[in-house]
């Protein structure tokens, strides 16, 4: 059978990881996801790729030992770009030891190509099984397609590596060296083009999953407190009052309300308000019952969804959670902040003519009688109790 061309099979590759690189670089996200590294390793691996292409040309210093570090360079690249991508700081010693072994093994056998084989089948396998290991150790849940995609391209570079360097140790192949087109070289270089590829793409995929998962979050949540924002709110206040008309179950609200704010952004400057937002929002948060619901509902302003609660049970929880805020200040900048807040509820019985908004104005009527009162306070609003059906007239 005919063979293809090696020279050419080499120069597609060094241009699939060119073009690689160059898409990537273009992308420039907003923060650092790997992007960067992944496209330094492609041009890396562009680089080894036309000094293979070269063998012949230039001195095999620089087609054999300086092309084939620049590739274990490639390998720490990716190793580097995943762990970014986590979040974890980069395993240097993991990334330059592969490096510094290849560099010495291939200067040492740069007159032997089959123990430059043997070697290419032991020492970049090693790396890609890290980047595995690191790719797969805490499952990649936001990015399970993307990094599917990658390790495929990864386990597919392994076995061809590692099956050429054990069928060269067992003189199962022909080792006529590398420019000498057979089987085992067409499969190798064809694998290496596709693997750039499928590779590059699964790691596109996992940034692009990944950057779906934040929208979907930040279009549900609060960016700074981390709480479900309004219309998470009003989403779940909907579904849960039908909810709790249909079972005739006690239902109630509460408006958290953080008292003198502005006087604190006034007084500490805006980074402290952002400080006492949080604090609060994480006292709420763990204060409350699994089935409750806290967001934030607009400036410095908390709403609490308590299902299955009647009015005196949300006045016993916020009165807790009044007392939680008042005893336990801000803590930022080195200094406390002393915080409190008022606390308006409504709740009760649900009637069939009662809608969500009902809740929310009588919380917020409750809220401002708080306020009234001198603030730090709890105040609440009953919902309307059913009136009697009219007695029938009699004749």
Same mark, same amino acid.
């Given at each position: 059978m005919p063979f293809l061309d090696v020279p050419t099979m080499l120069l597609m590759t060094a241009a699939a990881s060119l073009t690689m690189a160059a898409s990537l670089g273009a992308v420039r996200p907003g923060r650092r996801e790997g992007i960067s590294l992944w496209a330094l390793g492609l041009?890396?691996?562009?680089?080894? #790729?036309?000094?293979?292409?070269?063998?012949?040309? $230039?001195s095999d210093w620089a087609s054999i030992v300086l092309a084939n570090t620049l590739l274990s360079g490639t390998f720490a690249m990716v190793l580097a770009a995943v762990h970014q991508f986590q979040g974890q700081a980069l395993p240097w010693r993991r990334m330059a030891v592969p490096v510094a072994a290849t560099a010495l093994l291939f200067a040492f056998f740069i007159d032997d #190509?089959?123990?430059?084989?043997?070697?290419?089948?032991?020492?970049p396998p090693l790396q890609l099984g890290m980047v595995l290991w690191s790719l797969w150790r805490e499952r990649p849940a936001a990015s399970l397609r993307?990094?599917?995609?990658?390790?495929?391209?990864?386990?597919? @570079?392994?076995?061809?590596?590692? $099956?050429?360097?054990?069928?060269?140790?067992t003189r199962d192949i022909p080792? @006529?060296?590398?420019?000498?087109?057979?089987?085992?070289?067409?499969?190798? !270089?064809?694998a290496a083009f596709v693997v750039v590829i499928l590779s590059s793409l699964?790691?596109?995929?996992?940034?692009?999953?990944?950057?779906?998962?934040?929208?979907? #979050? !930040?279009?549900? +949540?609060?960016?700074?407190?981390?709480? $479900?924002?309004?219309?998470?709110?009003?989403?779940?206040? @909907?579904?849960?009052?039908?909810?709790?008309?249909?079972?005739? @179950?006690? #239902?109630?609200?509460?408006?958290?309300d953080i008292?003198?704010?502005?006087?604190?952004?006034?007084? +500490?400057? +805006?980074?402290?308000?952002?400080? $006492?937002?949080? +604090?609060?929002?994480?006292?709420?948060?763990?204060?409350?019952?699994a089935q409750d619901l806290v967001g934030r509902y607009g400036g410095e302003e908390f709403m609490v969804l308590l299902p299955h609660t009647p009015l005196g049970g949300a006045l016993e929880l916020a009165e807790t959670l009044r007392r939680a805020v008042e005893r336990l200040p801000c803590v930022g900048g080195g200094k406390e902040i002393p915080v409190t807040v008022s606390i308006g509820v409504c709740g009760g019985p649900l009637q069939p003519a009662d809608g969500w908004d009902r809740l929310v104005q009588g919380a917020d009527e409750a809220l401002y009688a708080a306020k009234l009162a001198g603030r730090n306070r709890v105040e609440s609003t009953a919902l309307a109790a059913p009136r009697p059906a009219p007695a029938p007239a009699v004749d």
């Open positions: 041009m890396m691996h562009t680089s080894t #790729y036309v000094l293979y292409a070269l063998r012949g040309l $230039v #190509y089959r123990a430059r084989i043997v070697t290419a089948g032991v020492v993307g990094a599917t995609l990658l390790s495929v391209g990864l386990v597919m @570079e392994v076995l061809l590596l590692g $099956v050429r360097g054990m069928l060269a140790a080792v @006529e060296g590398l420019m000498q087109g057979n089987a085992m070289q067409s499969i190798t !270089f064809m699964g790691f596109i995929l996992m940034g692009k999953d990944r950057s779906d998962a934040d929208n979907r #979050y !930040f279009a549900a +949540h609060d960016a700074l407190t981390g709480l $479900v924002n309004r219309r998470s709110l009003i989403m779940a206040l @909907e579904r849960d009052v039908a909810r709790a008309v249909r079972l005739r @179950e006690p #239902y109630a609200v509460m408006l958290v008292d003198h704010f502005k006087s604190v952004n006034d007084s +500490h400057g +805006h980074l402290a308000g952002d400080s $006492v937002l949080r +604090h609060v929002a994480d006292l709420l948060r763990t204060r409350l019952r």
